[in-house]
C-alpha cells in the first residue's frame, strides 16, 4: 500500500519575514499548490516554542514530511535537526529578503521569489524519504597504521588514548622511522633556541608499554580490501608468515624518502666523500655525540663547513624538485649549530636564495643561530670542486653581485624530500596507453588494495597522497584511509605530530561512522546511500568509471554494486547515469528535478526571464549566503537549487529548464584541476566534462550557448558569485527571453 504523503509546512515570520513578505499568501500556496496537508507561521520559528510546535506535529503523526521556510539550510542546523523525518529548507532569509531592496518597486518580484521557493520545497519533500542504514556496516574500533616513524607512532598513541585498538606496521627492524636517525630535532618549546632531543625513544617505550597498540616490524601489507568498519588486510613479514585482521580505518604515515644526491653533479656528490647530505650528516653527528664532527674522507675535524640550500629542489631542471621541501632551512641551522655548540671557532656558513623557518619558533631560531656566529649567506652555488684534500665551493653572491669562492672541509646539501606513496596510478596508465606490453612500476606497492582504481592512493602533482591539505586535510580518494605526515605534503616532525593527530580523529570518526552506517565526510552524518533500478540499467559502467572514491563495483554480471562505507553521497553516480536510475533516498533525479518544474514560469508579454542556478553545497551556495549577510543585491528572476555536488548534476536538468520555459541556466561548481576545491574531489571537473557536449544539444534546439554557463566558484566569491547571476541576467536581456516561452 502506498504510503500516504502528508506534508507540514512551517514559515518563520522572524528576522524581518514577516514585515518583508505576505507569509498568508506564502501559507496559501504551501496546502494550495503545494499540497501540504497543514502550514503554520511562527514568529521565531527556530526558539524552542516553534521547534516544540513542529516536534507535536510530528509525534502525532500530522505529517511525514517537513518543510522548513526560513532561513538558509546552513543556519540554525541544531534547531531544526529532525533526523526522524523526511525534511527540507526553504531558504526564505538570505534567499530572498536579503538579497533584495526593500522598497515598493521590488515588493512584486520578491514576494515572487519566496512563492516560487515555497512551492520549491513543497514539491522536493513529496519526493524525498528518510534515509535509513544499510546493513553493511560494522563497528570495528581497530585502526591501522601504516609506518613506524614519527607520525605514524604519534597516531598510534593518540588513538589509543582515545580507546582504540591500534596495530603498526612497519617494514624496517625499528620503530623511528627518518626521526630515529636524526640526533636532535628543531626546537618545539620556547625559547627556540637550541636543538632538542628527538623523543623517539621516549615514543617508543610508550608504545611499547601500552596494551591497546601492537607492531609488527619488518612487515609490509600485502593486501587491502573491504571499506570503513571492514578492511580486512594482510600483513606479512619478512619471515614469510602472513596474519589477516579486519580494521575499522587506516592511517598511512609511510613518510618519506631522501631525493637521490647522486643526481647533482655538478655538486661533486660522486666524487667527493666530504660531499654529504642533511641526513648524512646527522649520523656524524650522532657519533660525535656532542664532540667535534669528522670528516668522512680521512677523519680530520671539519673546520669550516658550507651548508647548500634547495640542492635539487624548488627547480625546474629535469629530474630536479619543483617544491620546497619545508624542514631544510630549520635544519640547517640546527646541523651549523652542532658544529658551533661543540666549538663556537668553527666556520658554519649557510647559502640560500630564500631562507624559510616556519613554525612558530621558526624566527626565534634563525636569531639564535645569528647570535651562535652562523652566517648566513644569500646566493647560488654554481659548483663544487676538490681543492687539494679541501673543496672550493663556487657560488654567486646575490647581495653584492658578484663571483665569490670558499675554500670548506665539509659541504652539506639540503636535498628535500620524496614521498613515499606506492604506485602512481596515473603514470602507470600513461604507459598503458603508450601501448607497452608490461607496465614498469618504479615503487614497490605501500597498501595494495585492491580497488579497479590502482593499488595506491592518487598522487597529486608532486608524488604527495592525494589531500587538499587547506580544504579537507588528511583525507584522500579511498574513503576510511587518511594520511598523514610527510607522505601527504613535505614537513617537519612538529608539523608531523600535529598531522598525526589530525588523522587520528579523522580515522576516529570514520570508525565511528561506519558502525552507524552513515557517511564519513564532507557529509558527516548522511545515512542515505545510492540505490539503482535494476531494470532500467544499461549497465553502460559510467558511474563505476566516475566515482572518484572507489565505492561502486559490478557484480557477475556487469550490474553496480554500491559500498555504502566508502561511499561520499556526492551524487557522481546519479549524475554520470544516462538513464537516470540511480537516488539516493533523500536526494535523486525527482527532487531536483521537481523542484525546476515548480518554479511558475510567467508569461512571455511580462518580461520576467527565469534564470536557473545550480549551487554546489560546499562553495558555491555558502558563497551566496555569504553575499547576502553582507546585502550583496542580484537578480529576483533567479531561482538556485542547491545540489549536493555539481558531479551529480545530471544533463536532464538543463533539459528539463529549458523545456519548462527557463531562459537561462547557470551552474557553480568548486574549483577543479590541480588545485582543486572540489570536497568530492572529481565532481566539478567531472560536471565540466558532460557540459562541454550541451553546446551542441543548444544548436539542435535552436538555442543561444549563452544560455547555459557552468563557472567555478571558491566560497570566498562573495561578490563574484552574484555577479555572475548578474552577467546571465544580462545576457538573456539581449539575446531575449527563450522561444520555448511562446
Known amino acids: 500500500m502506498a504510503e500516504v504523503i502528508k506534508t507540514g509546512t512551517y514559515i518563520c515570520k522572524g528576522c524581518d519575514l514577516g514585515h518583508r513578505l505576505d507569509t498568508d499568501q506564502l501559507e496559501n500556496i504551501a496546502t494550495g499548490e503545494g499540497g501540504a496537508v497543514l502550514a503554520k507561521q511562527h514568529d521565531f520559528l527556530c526558539s524552542q516554542v516553534g521547534v516544540e510546535m513542529i516536534r507535536e506535529d510530528i509525534d ?22 529532525f533526523d526522524d523525518i523526511a525534511m527540507t529548507r526553504v531558504n526564505l532569509r538570505e534567499g530572498v529578503i536579503w538579497i533584495r531592496p526593500e522598497t515598493d518597486e521590488a515588493k512584486e518580484t520578491t514576494q515572487e521569489m519566496a512563492n516560487d521557493y515555497v512551492r520549491m520545497g513543497c514539491t522536493e519533500v513529496k519526493f524525498m524519504h528518510t534515509p535509513d542504514p544499510s546493513h553493511e556496516q560494522t563497528l570495528n574500533k581497530h585502526i591501522l597504521v601504516v609506518g613506524g616513524g614519527y607520525t605514524g607512532m604519534t597516531s598510534a598513541l593518540e588513538s589509543s588514548k582515545a580507546g582504540y585498538l591500534v ?19 628543531v626546537p618545539t618549546h620556547s625559547p627556540y633556541r637550541d636543538p632538542e632531543d628527538t623523543g623517539v625513544t621516549e615514543l617508543t617505550a610508550l608504545i611499547a608499554a601500552d596494551p591497546n597498540i601492537t607492531v609488527h616490524l619488518q612487515s609490509k601489507i600485502t593486501n587491502t580490501e573491504g571499506a570503513p568498519g571492514r578492511f580486512t588486510v594482510s600483513i606479512s613479514a619478512e619471515s614469510g608468515n602472513t596474519i589477516n585482521e579486519t580494521f575499522g580505518s587506516i592511517i598511512q604515515a609511510s613518510g618519506f624518502t631522501a631525493y637521490d644526491a647522486n643526481q647533482l653533479t655538478e655538486f661533486a656528490y660522486t666524487d667527493n666523500a666530504d660531499v654529504i647530505t642533511q641526513l648524512e650528516l646527522e649520523a656524524l653527528a650522532k657519533e660525535a655525540s656532542g664532540g667535534a664532527i669528522k670528516r ?26 619543483s617544491y620546497c621541501s619545508g624542514f631544510c632551512c630549520n635544519t640547517s641551522i640546527k646541523q651549523a649549530m652542532y658544529f658551533k655548540d661543540s666549538n663556537p671557532d668553527i ?6 636564495t630564500d631562507l624559510r623557518t616556519p613554525g612558530a619558533g621558526g624566527e626565534d631560531f634563525y636569531r639564535s643561530g645569528q647570535d651562535k656566529g652562523i652566517t648566513f649567506t644569500k646566493g647560488t652555488v654554481n659548483t663544487i670542486a676538490n681543492n687539494n684534500g679541501n673543496l672550493s665551493v663556487n657560488y654567486k653572491d646575490i647581495i653584492l653581485d658578484e663571483d665569490s669562492t670558499l675554500d670548506v672541509d665539509l659541504v652539506v646539501l639540503a636535498t628535500g624530500m620524496i614521498a613515499n606513496s606506492g604506485v602512481n596510478i596515473d603514470a602507470v596508465k600513461e604507459d598503458e596507453d603508450a601501448d607497452s606490453t608490461e607496465v614498469a612500476v618504479p615503487v614497490e606497492s605501500i597498501l595494495n588494495l585492491q580497488y579497479r582504481q590502482g593499488p595506491d592512493m592518487p598522487q597529486l602533482v608532486n608524488g604527495f597522497v592525494d589531500s587538499h591539505f587547506i580544504c579537507f586535510p588528511y583525507e584522500t580518494r579511498r574513503t576510511g584511509i587518511y594520511a598523514a605526515g610527510p607522505v601527504r605534503r613535505p614537513m617537519d616532525t612538529k608539523q608531523a605530530a600535529d598531522d598525526a593527530t589530525g588523522a587520528a580523529m579523522k580515522a576516529i570518526q570514520a570508525v565511528e561512522n561506519a558502525g552507524k552506517g552513515r557517511a564519513a565526510h564532507p557529509r558527516s552524518g ?8 535494476k531494470e532500467g ?44 536510475v540511480i537516488s539516493f533516498e533523500n536526494y535523486s533525479i525527482d527532487t531536483v528535478g521537481q523542484q525546476i518544474k515548480a518554479v511558475e514560469i510567467p508569461e512571455e508579454s511580462e518580461e520576467k526571464p527565469r534564470i536557473l542556478v545550480l549551487a554546489c553545497e560546499n562553495d558555491a551556495y555558502p558563497a551566496l549566503d555569504m553575499a547576502a549577510l553582507n546585502r550583496v543585491e542580484y537578480s529576483p528572476y533567479v531561482r538556485v537549487v542547491p545540489v549536493r555536488c555539481l558531479g551529480s548534476m545530471n544533463t536532464i536538468f538543463i533539459t528539463d529548464a529549458l523545456n519548462s520555459g527557463y531562459d537561462g541556466v547557470v551552474m557553480m561548481g568548486c574549483k577543479k584541476g590541480v588545485d582543486y576545491q572540489c570536497h568530492f574531489v572529481k565532481g566539478s571537473e567531472m560536471a565540466h566534462y558532460r557540459l562541454s557536449k550541451v553546446a551542441d544539444t543548444l544548436q539542435t534546439l535552436n538555442l543561444e550557448e549563452e544560455r547555459v554557463a557552468v563557472h567555478e566558484v571558491a566560497i570566498t566569491d562573495i561578490k563574484r ?22
Open 721 to 742: 558569485a552574484p555577479q555572475l547571476i548578474d552577467d546571465m541576467a544580462k545576457t538573456i536581456e539581449e539575446i531575449g527571453l527563450s522561444p520555448f516561452k511562446f
Open 347 to 352: 666556520y658554519t656558513n649557510v647559502i640560500y
Open 296 to 321: 668522512p674522507s680521512d677523519g680530520k675535524e671539519v673546520e669550516r663547513v658550507i651548508f647548500v640550500q634547495c640542492a635539487g629542489q624548488r627547480s625546474q631542471k629535469e629530474g630536479h624538485l
Open 526 to 533: 548522511d545515512l542515505s546511500f545510492p540505490s539503482f533500478r
Open 167 to 185: 596495530t603498526i606496521v612497519e617494514k624496517s627492524d625499528s620503530l623511528g622511522g627518518t626521526a630515529g636517525k636524526l640526533h636532535k630535532k
Open 537 to 580: 540499467c544499461t549497465q553502460c559502467k559510467r558511474c563505476t568509471v566516475e566515482c572518484p572514491f572507489g565505492a561502486i563495483n559490478e557484480d557477475e554480471k556487469g550490474y553496480p554494486q554500491y559500498n555504502e562505507s566508502r561511499c561520499r553521497r556526492c551524487g557522481t553516480c546519479m549524475g554520470a547515469c544516462p538513464v537516470r
Open 60 to 81: 502525532k503523526g500530522e505529517i511525514n514530511r517537513l518543510v522548513i521556510a526560513a532561513c538558509s539550510r546552513r543556519a540554525k542546523t541544531e534547531a531544526f535537526r
